[in-house]
């Protein structure tokens, strides 16, 4: 049953929405809970969770549930297993249980003392099924037999009448010194310290059947099983209002009732199902997501506002405080079905109607809001990665099979002409469209891919998202070359940002007034100021739930709402507050996908994921949750030798200031919590020992152990802070740790050490003179054996100098071809410039870089087995090296790619050793284990420098042979192409080639295109 009255902050923070789904954290005895029946509800002046079950009482701190059962009292243990009524006296800071077999057991939280009364001590019936508390102190007892009144000093208890059963015990709020009992005859009966009245049963009850009571300040209810709901005044049992406990569509028999804070009636049956009674006497069926299967048995508020509900065979269960901002009643209609193509969605279209859905294998719409979805033919077994409608109509459908241009009914036309048919994002400007894909960026004019230069830097990337700001620049993130911006000039160039390293991995933008936001892959969330350039970045260390962030909704509050790989983080950018939502919140998704995500008019957010959508309200998730608590909930220490007790000993610290450790105590554990049953998973916890820790520990989860082994003697405070959704640290929960000395260490003990030093000083002085001598004949033969080590050492130090020789020729070849690595390429080079700095030469002759491929090797792999193809690679990278001079460089550049280094006067040289490499190859076949392979290569190369005075960098010559080898390639394989400079080439063009921003078609006067036949 509820408590009659809770605290205002209770209130406040307890919220059950009005949409009807309500989703359940379940916890059974798989997780901890000592049975799955639970009878009785309370809550502490910690906000510990008290459980009572027919099999022990739990203590629940939001993570672990601590049970005690029948037992001696002075271990812990209890006068009954079987627990039927609770109820804390926060004055007192004692815990009223009443049991089902052995009377009332009351329990002293910080002292541990236990007070016991059965039917010796006065008491009417061994059953005690209700409690009722008097806040002048002492309490009402319902028993099976009557009620009774035990007063504070727990000495006895005193029948106030022979009633029969009592089902429920409410204290009247107010200092008014009553309690008001409900028989399961129906009859109410008004206690008060001394005596006993009985109010008349409600009218229309019937005699028997009633199972449940409770009051409030402004009215009381009675529940019966059958016959109804009844709303009385608590002065004289006049009947109110009375209400079917069976409309809309409930037929099980009531089996519990709670009153909330706000008036409105929790109503539980005997089925499972929970109702509630709103404010205008509606009572409205709630759907429950993975809710009991057994009778409901209680209903509780905790003081945070948790909701709980006890049910029969069940377990326990909390409604989940995020409720208020999961949308349930939406996103059932977004509920997979067997004719989705998918649960995966990857692109949503809501605004408007037909509403549209795509997946990883498909697309549906469907023509009203609350209509059925239709799977759309012309999309079947496509992943449909964004939906934009287009100017004038219809649809633009980006998959990645390519992107259409959709009627909205049965006709999708294939656009053509795009560097990737994997389309990622599109940005939609009137007749101008922006596409994103996989292999680059393409703009449509009228629906037709037009060709953009200057959009080549981008060529061949995977581009991921596309974004305009408010400054009128266009900002494309990619997957692996970070972030890009196209300004006025129209040509996209590398951003990186000031103050902070950009991850590479781009995967959302959004942009605001002020600056704009890029979400990363593993890199977390960067805001970035577009007029300085500046940058700051959050990861999960400031309190993001993942550091991959898929798409970026802002909200009417100016907050961010961010998809990740876990669940959702929510980025207040004005206080720097991060909250996180995730499955114990009610997300149907814990890892949502790229692009599935979209804001409505109305203010809802949608998230697509791997398992359907999301729904969120905003507004239903405040600026700040609700503080956790810290708790600090075991002491263990090992058993000691003259200790009975074997194994852990575990004393209770909840209410402790202070602990007192013997010496033997060498290693000993603190358990604590963070307590939030608000958010549990998403509290957070940190502590530090002074004198131990010089910074504050953050544990992983929101709850730890901290164990300490050999701490020296001494006064130690231990101090431990909560975090609640938030992620705002409250107040401390401190513990002062007195380290006492081992009896050695006593200042007594000091003073005889001091006696026994004294006198051991005369006996060492005679002993002096013998040791020096001892000590000068060990020093001789130590130094014999320093010389002889010494001896040992250089020869040891040799063979590892011959070692490490052999080990830097290794990292220096590959490993397979036993040619040189690129590192040995960049060491080559250097010592190449270095000896020619030295030395004052003029600028040498120019080096000619030639990237040689074997064609078609795959083949070779796929018909003959990696085997074949090693061993081919092999004799290539021999034919190479015997086609060189002893100055010359082979390197293995990357699978079956190869870079010749060769310094040569003229291109003439050059086009000579190309057709000798490529001849060498093509004529004759290479030796394998099989026989012989005929295989061809193709060859491109450039000089280095390009142009004399106009070095550029190496690297750039070894990307130009590079493209050169790519147009042998495309002209038949089996051939070479090269490029070298005019002596009066232009020197911006001449940069713009090495920088690839000029194609080797248009290079005009800069360079000769150098083919097989041509100078």
Request: with cysteine; aromatic share 6%; glycine share 12%.
């Amino acid at each position: 049953m509820l408590p009659s009255s809770l605290p205002v902050a209770a209130a406040e923070a307890m919220h059950l929405p009005g949409h009807g789904v309500l989703q359940l954290d379940a916890y059974a005895t798989a997780d901890g809970l000592s049975q799955s029946a639970v009878t009785a509800l309370a809550s502490d002046d910690q906000d510990l969770l008290w459980i009572g079950t027919q099999d022990g009482l739990n203590r629940f701190d939001g993570h672990r549930f601590q049970v005690q059962r029948l037992g001696p009292a002075e271990a812990g243990g209890l006068a009954s297993s079987s627990i039927d009524a609770m109820a804390f006296d926060p004055g007192h800071r004692r815990l009223w249980l009443g049991t089902n077999d052995a009377g009332l057991e009351v329990v002293d939280l910080p002292g541990g003392r236990h007070w016991r009364l059965g039917t010796g001590a006065g008491l009417s019936h061994s059953q005690v099924g209700a409690i009722a508390l008097d806040p002048r102190g002492g309490a009402w007892l319902g028993t099976g037999a009557g009620i009774d009144r035990v007063e504070p000093t727990l000495a006895r208890a005193r029948p106030l009448g022979a009633t029969g059963t009592i089902v429920a015990l409410e204290t009247l709020p107010g200092d008014t010194g009553h309690a008001l009992g409900l028989g399961a005859d129906c009859r109410l009966w008004r206690a008060a310290a001394t005596t006993l009245q009985p109010p008349p049963a409600p009218a229309g009850a019937e005699a028997g059947g009633c199972i449940g009571l409770a009051v409030s300040a402004a009215s009381a209810w009675v529940a019966h099983a059958r016959a109804g709901l009844f709303r009385i005044d608590p002065a004289d049992g006049r009947v109110l209002a009375r209400h079917d406990p069976h409309a809309g569509g409930l037929q099980a028999p009531v089996s519990a009732i709670g009153l909330l804070p706000d008036e409105r009636l929790l109503v539980g049956y005997q089925d499972g199902r929970v109702a509630l009674l709103d404010e205008y006497g509606v009572l409205r069926p709630q759907r429950l997501e993975d809710g009991p299967d057994s009778a409901i048995t209680r209903f509780f508020v905790g003081p945070s506002g948790s909701v709980w509900i006890g049910a029969y065979t069940s377990g326990l269960f909390r409604v989940r405080a995020a409720n208020q901002a999961l949308r349930g009643d939406v996103r059932a209609g977004f509920e997979p079905t067997t004719h989705w193509p998918s649960r995966s969605l990857r692109s949503l279209w809501l605004e408007g109607l037909p509403q549209l859905v795509g997946s990883d294998a498909g697309m549906l719409k469907r023509g009203r809001a609350d209509g059925p979805w239709e799977p759309v033919p012309a999309f079947a077994g496509m992943s449909v990665r964004v939906l934009r409608p287009a100017a004038g109509g219809g649809w633009w459908v980006g998959t990645h099979a390519g992107l259409w241009r959709w009627d909205g009914a049965d006709h999708a036309e294939a656009v053509a002409g795009l560097p990737d048919p994997k389309v990622e994002d599109l940005l939609v400007e009137g007749r101008t469209v922006w596409v994103a894909t996989r292999g680059g960026l393409a703009r449509l004019e009228h629906g037709v891919a037009v060709a953009v230069p200057e959009l080549a830097p981008l060529r061949g990337q995977l581009l991921t998202s596309l974004q305009r700001d408010a400054g009128g620049d266009l900002w494309i993130g990619s997957n692996a070359d970070g972030l890009w911006r196209i300004g006025g000039d129209g040509v996209p160039r590398r951003f990186r940002p000031a103050g902070t390293s950009m991850h590479d991995s781009v995967w959302s933008l959004h942009a605001d007034r002020r600056g704009l936001w890029a979400g990363t892959y593993s890199g977390g969330l960067y805001r970035i100021d577009t007029g300085n350039g500046h940058s700051r970045r959050w990861t999960t260390a400031d309190g993001l739930s993942n550091d991959t962030i898929y798409r970026i909704l802002p909200d009417a509050a100016g907050r961010l709402w961010l998809s990740t790989n876990n669940g959702l983080s929510v980025l207040d950018p004005g206080s720097g507050i991060v909250q996180t939502l995730g499955r114990r919140d009610g997300l149907r998704n814990t890892e949502f996908n790229s692009g599935a995500a979209v804001a409505t008019r109305d203010g809802l957010l949608y998230f697509g994921g791997i398992a359907g959508v999301d729904v969120i309200d905003p507004a239903g998730l405040p600026a700040r949750s609700p503080p956790a608590r810290p708790l600090l909930t075991v002491l263990r220490t090992p058993s000691r030798l003259d200790d009975p007790v074997q194994g852990l000993r575990e004393t209770g610290i909840v209410y402790a200031d202070a602990i007192a450790l013997d010496h033997r105590d060498s290693l000993f554990t603190i358990a604590m919590a963070a307590l939030d049953f608000t958010a549990p998973d998403a509290a957070r916890l940190r502590y530090r020992l002074d004198g131990v820790h010089a910074d504050w520990v953050h544990p992983p989860a929101p709850h730890a152990e901290l164990t300490l082994s050999q701490l020296p003697p001494g006064r130690y405070t231990l101090q431990v802070q909560a975090a609640g959704r938030d992620g705002q640290f409250g107040p401390s929960r401190t513990l002062r740790i007195d380290m006492a000395p081992p009896p050695w260490r006593h200042p007594a003990a000091l003073a005889a050490y001091l006696a026994t030093g004294i006198a051991l000083l005369a006996w060492l002085g005679l002993q002096t003179r013998a040791r020096f001598r001892r000590e000068r004949e060990r020093s001789e033969r130590l130094d014999r054996l320093v010389a002889e080590r010494t001896v040992q050492l250089e020869d040891a130090n040799r063979r590892l100098r011959e070692a490490n020789a052999a080990l830097d020729a290794d990292t220096r070849l590959d490993p397979l071809t036993r040619v040189s690595n690129r590192r040995d390429l960049h060491d080559w080079l250097g010592r190449r410039e270095a000896a020619a700095q030295a030395q004052g030469r003029p600028a040498p002759a120019p080096l000619y870089f030639f990237m040689v491929d074997i064609d078609d090797f795959k083949q070779v792999n796929d018909r003959h087995g990696h085997g074949v193809g090693d061993e081919v690679l092999v004799q290539f990278a021999e034919r190479l090296r015997r086609l060189c001079r002893d100055d010359d460089l082979v390197v293995r550049w990357g699978g079956e790619e190869f870079l010749v280094v060769s310094q040569l006067p003229r291109a003439e040289g050059a086009t000579h050793l190309a057709e000798r490499l490529r001849a060498a190859v093509a004529g004759q076949p290479l030796p394998v284990r099989d026989g012989a392979l005929a295989l061809t290569c193709s060859v491109g190369f450039a000089p280095w420098p390009l142009a004399a005075g106009r070095a550029g960098l190496w690297e750039q010559s070894v990307d130009l042979a590079d493209r050169c080898l790519y147009l042998a390639k495309h002209s038949g394989k089996d051939t070479w192409v090269g490029v070298a400079a005019d002596a009066d080439a232009e020197a911006g063009a001449l940069e713009a080639l090495l920088q690839g921003r000029l194609d080797l078609g248009d290079a005009g006067g800069v360079v000769h295109l150098l083919r097989p036949g041509t100078r």
